[in-house]
């Protein structure tokens, strides 16, 4: 059974910076594509960022392009998103997820999910 556990959500204010964290057991990472997703409240899951298997293709929602960045050390069966200028609108549940596709995770292909970390950006 795959596990992933997030870590690293918290409390920032408006322009900080936090970094999250996926940690994978039960199977590596690789060679899935991996990614994050997030859910504020009231409002459906959307996707935020993306991973493919090697590390070496990234792709991000328009909202977070430029401030967010999603890193994998495929040695630590680890997946990482590290977000820059937070905005209160960035307040929300983040979700880990990895892929039954090598290069492209959607809701649609996600395999397993994280349980979830608290990410709350004060104005």
């Known amino acids: 059974q795959v596990q992933l556990v997030e870590s690293g959500g918290g409390l920032v204010q408006a322009g900080g910076s936090l970094r999250v964290s996926c940690a994978a057991s039960g199977r590596t990472f690789r060679p899935y594509a991996a990614g994050w997703f997030r859910q504020a409240p009231g409002k459906e899951r959307e996707f935020v960022a993306g991973?493919?298997?090697?590390?070496?293709?990234?792709y991000y929602a328009d909202s977070v392009k430029g401030r967010f960045t999603i890193t994998r050390d495929i040695a630590k069966n680890t997946v990482y998103l590290q977000m820059n200028s937070l905005k209160p609108e960035d307040t929300a549940i983040y979700y880990c997820a990895s892929s039954i596709s090598m290069h492209n995770i959607s809701e649609v292909e996600v395999e397993y999910w994280g349980q979830g970390t608290q990410v709350t950006v004060s104005s």
């Open positions: 991973i493919n298997w090697s590390g070496h293709n990234t």
